[in-house]
């Protein structure tokens, strides 16, 4: 059985994912509006001046996660539907962002007493965020199924 992880975070076209990964949250954040668009946007560009190559990092540490939280959405969708798995997964958004939460909680459960207080400040609207985010992200891996892995170039591909 091939897995969510297999197709995303297959050599040949990891660096790709990785890529569009970066993109998809650097387009996110930079499309927020209001107060919290500026909170989001002012806080990204202060990490990525901290700590430059960050997403970078952080989006090969945890995409392979995040691939296995909704490898059993993607299983599901295989079982009973075909088609367009973009579709299947914003249909279900409230469990594809259970699933991406539960991957950043064990994460931070790791991380040093700085960057857990961080994220306890931001997890309150870290479900609106994320749920905001499925869209593009389902978009994103919807390209790689389609395409078998060769997926045309999306957000952040150079």
Known sequence: ?????????????????????????????????????????????MIKAAKPGILDRAVRKLLPEFALALDPLYQD???ETGGDFAAYLQEHNGRATAALLAVADRWIGRASPV????????????????????????????RYLESGGDASPGPGRR
């Open 1 to 45: 059985m091939t897995t969510l992880a297999d197709i995303l975070w297959a050599p040949a076209q990891r660096d790709a994912v990785v890529r569009d990964a970066i993109g998809l949250i650097e387009s996110h954040v930079g499309g927020r509006g209001g107060l919290r668009g500026m909170s989001l946007k002012t806080g990204l560009a």
């Open 77 to 79: 969708f295989r079982s």
């Open 115 to 142: 960057a857990q207080g961080a994220y306890a400040r931001l997890r309150g609207s870290a479900e609106g965020e994320v749920k905001a985010a499925i869209p593009g992200l389902a978009r994103l891996i919807g």
